[in-house]
T-cell receptor, first 116, second 115 residues
């Protein structure tokens, strides 16, 4: 158990709908990352927050947004869903944003999203 | 750009034989390298990392990795593979150039250990 908690574990929704994925980071971790894992794209970095503020953006679509709340949990909002958005969405956390010793990034179990 | 490459999509090995999963990297500056494993229907689990120091890094579940600067490689190894090691393995590099220092992953290598 990595200590990163993601809900829901599985989600099936229709095209055009909106969903929210939730992530609770490891206790004490200030940085949250979101990744998308699909068969054709592999593991893609979406966005990162540090202590409530957006720190970095990756290949995140405009239909997607995220935020990190004062209690450090984070939500990834996916709207106007398309079939191609079906994927496994990972949340990860680390203590800081730097890559120094001890700052391993730990991943949750992921949220499986199926768009039908 | 910081990147890693995993040249093999799949590695097949018999149980009890040595297991090697290959990874090469391309970075500017010092590399921060990681290995993660994904078991079926599970999340990514951290195995080990190289930050600095000894070129041989020991990690979880009997895995180790050898950092080779001249060959820009960071291969994952296990002396004696188990059937339970069958999983998807990812090499990753910490991007120390871009803001946020995210992890950039290789394409993954599927390991199949046969009894």
């Amino acid at each position: 158990d990595s200590g990163v908690t993601q809900t829901p574990k599985h989600l099936i929704t229709a095209t055009g709908q909106r969903v929210t994925l939730r992530c609770s980071p490891r206790s004490g971790d200030l940085s949250v990352y979101w990744y998308q894992q699909s068969l054709d794209q592999g593991l893609q970095f979406l966005i990162q927050y540090y202590n409530g503020e957006e720190r970095a953006k990756g290949n995140i679509l405009e239909r997607f947004s995220a935020q990190q709340f004062p209690d450090l949990h984070s939500e990834l909002n996916l709207s106007s869903l398309e079939l191609g958005d079906s994927a496994l969405y990972f949340c990860a956390s680390s203590l800081t944003t730097t890559g120094g010793p001890g700052n391993t990034i730990y991943f949750g179990e992921g949220s499986w999203l199926t768009v039908v | 750009a910081q990147s890693v490459a995993q040249p093999e999509d799949q590695v097949n090995v018999a149980e009890g034989n040595p297991l090697t999963v290959k990874c090469t990297y391309s970075v500017s500056g010092n590399p921060y390298l990681f290995w993660y494993v994904q078991y079926p229907n599970r999340g990514l689990q951290f195995l080990l990392k190289y930050i600095t120091g000894d070129n041989l890094v020991k990690g979880s579940y009997g895995f180790e990795a050898e950092f080779n600067k001249s060959q820009t490689s960071f291969h994952l190894k296990k002396p004696s593979a188990l059937v339970s090691d069958s999983a998807l393995y990812f090499c990753a590099v910490r991007d120390m150039v871009a803001a946020g220092n995210k992890l950039t992953f290789g394409g993954g290598t599927r390991v199949l250990v046969k009894p």
